[in-house]
């Protein structure tokens, strides 16, 4: 009995070895197929790029690779986050934005040569930036589509960096309503006095993209609008506060001199317009203080024009004068 039961632990004993080894076979694929995904390879051709190009060091792991839509897509982009245009194959748009943290220490480090241990104040992002980053961001697609860790990325070949966009609004306009392959990708740098986010975004399927694309102009055209656009809403514009207008003989303006009074109603002070260059009034308030400073509290939008007043102040509303040479009714009789 006893060499039986030897017989038949050792009949048993192979079949074990070939479980264990099935399983160590599955667990090793496993850990190859991690090794080589794409997500891995951005991480190596991000560090390879900061390293090779800036002498940089950046602390990551495997970047979170999603597919999304492109309304999840817009929903990523930060406020004051750095937006760059990626320009591929039948023209083809993708998507690589930066967060503050990150930018702040990429152009620290592009600029100086060192990391502060204060971060800068927040600011909007500019171009001069995007020149900062463009040639590190171009060295990680190349390094990318190349295939890091043996890994083929077709669809990620042939992008690189069109243009920087200062706003955010036109994306949904330039970029297609397609699946989109997302990767973020958490770092730190400088010993983790700064860290931030990488987003990189790329079409998940590119066909049909040479016929219904909006194509390079249009990226190029929306660009000059946000750049135009923001350097206007930016601009200064001087708007002035009429309570009134009167109509008076010349000879009572002739005899004016200092401390002349003007009379003036009541509801003057809830009608006061303010009113820009071009002598259009662009919404009205009421005549205040605050701080001790003559200040005007915004009404309704729908006052901003002089037609929106009250009937009875409408006819109260003095006649403006007649311009000067223009021809004066005949006198009755």
Not at 192 to 220: I, Y
Request: glycine share 10%.
């Amino acid at each position: 009995m006893a060499q039986g039961a030897e017989a038949d632990q050792d009949r048993g004993a192979p079949s074990v070895i070939r479980r264990k080894t099935r399983a160590g076979g599955r667990i090793a694929r496993g850990a190859r197929a991690a090794a080589a995904s794409p997500a891995r390879g951005l991480r190596t051709a991000l560090a390879r790029a900061a390293n090779d190009l800036m002498g940089l060091a950046l602390v990551l792991d495997d970047p979170a690779e999603a597919r999304v839509s492109l309304a999840e897509l817009l929903e990523r982009v930060e406020d004051r986050a750095l937006i760059l245009l990626l320009a591929g194959p039948e023209d083809a748009l993708g998507l690589c934005l930066v967060s503050p943290g990150l930018l702040g220490g990429l152009t620290e480090w592009q600029t100086m040569r060192r990391i502060s241990a204060t971060p800068p104040p927040p600011r909007m992002p500019t171009r001069t930036d995007a020149s900062i980053v463009a040639d590190w961001l171009g060295a990680v697609l190349g390094l990318f589509a190349a295939g890091q860790n043996g890994v083929p990325v077709d669809w990620a070949a042939g992008f690189r960096y069109s243009s920087y966009l200062p706003d955010p609004r036109p994306l949904d306009h330039l970029l297609e309503d397609v699946t989109y392959r997302l990767f973020t990708a958490e770092m730190a740098l400088g010993g983790g006095a700064r860290q931030g986010t990488f987003w990189l975004a790329f079409p998940a399927d590119r066909s049909g993209f040479a016929a219904g694309s909006r194509g390079a102009e249009a990226v190029a055209d929306a660009a000059w609008t946000a750049s135009v656009e923001r350097a206007v809403m930016g601009a200064p514009v001087r708007l002035d506060a009429v309570l009134t207008r009167l109509s008076l003989p010349l000879e009572k303006v002739m005899d004016f001199h200092i401390g002349t009074l003007l009379p003036l109603s009541m509801e003057m002070i809830d009608q006061v317009a303010l009113e820009g260059p071009d002598g259009e009034s662009v919404v009205r308030g009421r005549l205040g203080q605050s701080q001790g400073h003559r200040a005007i509290r915004i009404g309704p939008a729908d006052q901003a024009d002089g037609d929106a007043a009250p009937p009875d102040q409408a006819r109260a509303a003095p006649v403006p004068a007649p311009r000067a040479g223009a021809p004066q009714p005949a006198p009755d009789g």
